[in-house]
């Protein structure tokens, strides 16, 4: 089943509002990754999650990782066309494979 | 350099056909995955492989089949295909199973009649 949690599933904002997905897992992850997906292409790699508590940005990007390491979100601040797409969580369990969230398809209203 | 590739773009098949995915990568990478994305569920791990002539089951591995020959190259199977088969599938490769970030190909549109 399902071992990644993610929401809310689909969000619609005015071009220049925030943005934020949410990522949860019910157990502690080793790393967290983030990906997004523009519609008719394929995952790319944004950012990886190590340490509890941690805060990485890439310019209007902003990830956070949990202080337990069980969640994780993207925010994203003033929202362009371009960010337009599907953002993917995927946890890692130690040596284990990365488990995909089900995604956050953000549609952004110019 | 190409990066993660994936033949064909798309196909449809009949139900009961057989066909196999090719991915191949240039990237010198060590792990090779196959996933499957539908509609709300995210990106489901099929198979993967550690290296050369290793395999290995993923979160939905039934009706399928894999190889790894050759370290840049990974092959997925169907033997007999389904309805439920159809769908979006992804390879993807990384340097080691890690922290490595996984790189995707541009995906296989597969349509199971």
């Known amino acids: 089943g399902q071992q990644v949690m993610q929401i809310p599933q689909y969000q619609h904002v005015q071009e220049g509002e925030d943005f934020t997905t949410y990522c949860n897992s019910s157990?502690?992850?080793?790393?967290i990754q983030w990906y997004k997906q523009r519609p008719g292409g394929h995952p790319v790699f944004l950012i990886q999650?190590?340490?509890?508590?941690e805060v990485k940005k890439q310019k209007r990007l902003t990830f956070q990782f949990g202080e337990a390491k069980k969640n994780s979100s993207l925010h994203i601040t003033a929202t362009q066309t371009t960010d337009v797409g599907t953002y993917f969580c995927?946890?890692?369990?130690?040596?284990?494979?990365?488990?995909f969230g089900t995604g956050t398809r953000l549609t952004v209203i110019p | 350099n190409a990066g993660v590739t994936q033949t064909p773009k798309f196909r449809v098949l009949k139900t009961g056909q057989s066909m196999t995915l090719l991915c191949a990568q240039d990237?010198?990478?060590?792990?090779m995955y196959w996933y499957r994305q539908d509609p709300g569920m995210g990106l489901r791990l099929i198979h993967y492989?550690?290296?050369?002539?290793?395999?290995a089951k993923g979160e939905v591995p039934d009706g399928y089949n894999v190889s790894r020959l050759k370290k840049q190259n990974f092959l997925l199977g169907l033997e007999s295909a389904a309805p439920s088969q159809t769908s979006v599938y992804f390879c993807?490769?990384?340097?080691?199973?890690?922290?490595?970030?996984?790189?995707f190909g541009p995906g296989t549109r597969l349509l199971v009649l």
């Open positions: 990237m010198n990478h060590e792990y």
């Open positions: 492989s550690v290296g050369e002539g290793t395999t």
């Open positions: 157990t502690t992850l080793s790393n």
């Open positions: 999650l190590v340490k509890s508590g």
């Open positions: 995927a946890g890692k369990k130690g040596a284990n494979n990365l488990f």
């Open positions: 993807a490769s990384s340097y080691s199973g890690g922290l490595e970030t996984q790189y």
